[in-house]
């Protein structure tokens, strides 16, 4: 069986980059593997956060999951400033250790491109923890405007493309469901 990790890109304006990433770690914990989650930009514990509860109640008997929100929260409606960018930078040490580290089957690093496309983190500094990777670790990184040096990087890379949304009618998040 091959031990080779990859790297994963889920890009794109249309829903489903966390949840699919999410999905991919909910496999990987039930074939006993090791996870770790990394939310950038991301402040709130939302639903899917619970897996990591759910999955300890095992005792063990699967793999072992940890999320950590790296972020003081969304900033559409105000402009990053150096909080952010500082949480940013040590979000990203804390992911490096998770990936070079060899603990984890699986880090994602949740809407870190988010945080390249406003400018809190550097795509070379992204790269450089790539870089870094324990060759059996498997990476998933997500979020819209994931730069192209990335895109070349990736060994798989998914857009997810909008064709039509019900948000557009008005339906906003629903629980359980878009969060």
Same mark, same amino acid.
Do not use: W
């Given at each position: ?8 890109? =889920? ?16 496999r990987? *914990? ?6 770790? !989650?990394g ?7 939302? /639903?899917?956060?619970? !897996? %990591?509860?759910?999955?300890?109640e095992?005792?063990g008997?699967?793999?072992? &999951? ?12 105000r ?9 940013? /930078?040590?979000?990203?040490a ?7 580290g060899? %603990?984890?089957d699986?880090?994602?690093? +949740?809407e870190?491109?988010?945080?390249? /496309? =406003?400018?809190?983190l550097?795509? #070379?500094? &992204? *790269? #450089? ?11 998933v990184?997500?979020?819209? =405007?994931?730069?192209?040096e990335l895109? #070349?990087?990736?060994?798989l890379?998914? %857009?997810?493309?909008?064709?039509? /949304?019900?948000?557009?009618?008005g339906?906003?998040?629903? +629980?359980?469901?878009?969060?």
């Amino acid at each position: 069986m091959e031990n080779r990790g990859y790297i994963h890109i =889920y890009t794109g304006n249309g829903k489903g980059k966390t949840t699919a990433a999410f999905g991919l770690a909910v496999r990987a *914990l039930c074939a006993e593997k090791n996870v770790y !989650i990394g939310q950038f930009v991301k402040s709130m514990q939302y /639903h899917e956060t619970r !897996i %990591e509860a759910l999955f300890e109640e095992t005792g063990g008997r699967y793999g072992r &999951v940890k999320i950590e929100q790296l972020g003081r929260g969304c900033f559409l409606d105000r402009n990053p400033d150096p909080v952010d960018i500082r949480m940013a /930078h040590e979000g990203l040490a804390r992911c490096a250790a998770m990936i070079s580290g060899g %603990e984890y089957d699986l880090v994602v690093m +949740d809407e870190v491109t988010i945080a390249l /496309h =406003y400018g809190l983190l550097e795509t #070379a500094e &992204v *790269l #450089a923890v790539l870089d870094g990777r324990n060759p059996a670790t498997e990476v998933v990184i997500t979020g819209r =405007y994931a730069p192209e040096e990335l895109i #070349a990087r990736a060994d798989l890379v998914t %857009e997810m493309r909008e064709i039509k /949304h019900y948000y557009t009618q008005g339906v906003l998040s629903r +629980d359980g469901i878009d969060r």
